[in-house]
């Protein structure tokens, strides 16, 4: 039965990844390399259950949208700004590959079957499943955080020192962003509650603890935007440039040093990021389920 429901899935997830990716490309949101990894990524996710590729599919769509909104000023702002936001394939693999092995892992501890949050029937399943909210929360919350806040009209203040940087710089936050960080996380853990009521069978009693995971989703988003500018303003570096009269990552002869180190760029930061944040909402599932 499980065998055949994974086959079902499969083949389900592959014709919806692939009308996504191709429709995805055609609207700018992805390059065609971009659009082909996160056909794989998708087909994966909905493959070993649907809950987790519906997570996929809510950070997808949504952080897609908010991308989109303000183009005009985030074009004057943006050092690397696209059209669309299009991503290519290391951009989709850095939101998407941390996940990408635990959805298979989890498929396989489990037969493809959907399980509740409840670490008295297992500590480590609870704090796989944990972990991929997490991850979620982390890439939502930081590309909400990053697509809303630089559109705020207060001054982005460095999180390290909490003066006042210039829109654009890694590691500046408002409370606009980190607000929106936090309805991300929201956003995910929504999504998990409400998917989970279809796929997952569990006693009434767990069914009603699996609503702590939506507040939880909520701190792991803000957490997972922190999180990615601490590293932004200590490991990747940022400098205004007086000739393109934008922050940049690169240094140059124009170029006039904000914050940070070139340890990291943003893929990277992005990765450890979510990372982190997906240990600690693992452990936070475990603690609290």
Same mark, same amino acid.
């Given at each position: ?14 014709? #919806? ?11 700018? $949101? ?73 959805? &298979?892992?989890?498929?396989?501890? !489990? ?11 297992? *500590?480590? @399943?609870?704090?796989?499943?944990? $972990?991929? &909210? ?16 630089? #559109? ?7 999180? %390290?020192?909490? *003066?006042? =940087? ?20 929201? %956003? ?6 409400? =998917?989970?009521?279809? %796929? ?11 609503? +702590?995971? @939506? ?10 935007? /922190? @999180? ?5 303003? !200590? ?23 904000? $914050?940070?180190?070139? @340890? /990291? ?9 979510? +990372?982190? %944040? ?12």
């Amino acid at each position: 039965m499980a065998v055949a429901s994974i086959a079902v899935r499969s083949a389900v997830g592959a014709a #919806l990844s692939a009308v996504i990716a191709a429709r995805a490309v055609r609207r700018r $949101s992805l390059d065609v390399s971009g659009g082909a990894a996160g056909f794989a990524v998708m087909a994966i996710h909905l493959a070993c259950g649907y809950r987790y590729g519906a997570l996929l599919l809510a950070f997808f769509f949504t952080s897609s949208k908010v991308t989109k909104i303000g183009e005009d000023r985030k074009r004057r702002v943006e050092e690397d700004f696209k059209e669309g936001g299009q991503r290519n394939w290391i951009q989709v693999l850095a939101n998407s590959a941390i996940a990408t092995v635990l959805v &298979i892992l989890l498929a396989i501890m !489990t037969g493809g079957q959907d399980q509740c949050l409840d670490s008295n029937d297992s *500590k480590f @399943i609870t704090g796989i499943i944990g $972990s991929i &909210i997490g991850h979620y929360c982390c890439c939502n919350g930081d590309t909400w955080s990053s697509e809303i806040g630089v #559109l705020s009209d207060e001054q982005p203040r460095l999180i %390290t020192t909490l *003066k006042p =940087v210039r829109k654009g710089t890694n590691g500046g936050v408002t409370l606009q962003g980190l607000l929106a960080a936090t309805a991300g996380g929201l %956003t995910i853990g929504l999504t998990f509650v409400a =998917v989970g009521l279809i %796929t997952a069978e569990c006693s009434f009693e767990v069914a009603l603890r699996q609503l +702590l995971a @939506i507040p939880i989703s909520a701190a792991a988003g803000l957490l997972g935007s /922190l @999180i990615d500018s601490l590293l932004g303003a !200590t490991l990747q570096f940022s400098g205004y440039c007086s000739v393109r009269k934008k922050v940049v990552s690169k240094r140059g002869p124009t170029v006039t040093k904000i $914050s940070g180190m070139t @340890i /990291l760029d943003n893929d990277a930061v992005n990765a450890v990021a979510v +990372l982190l %944040t997906a240990v600690i909402t693992a452990y936070a599932c475990i603690f609290f389920f």
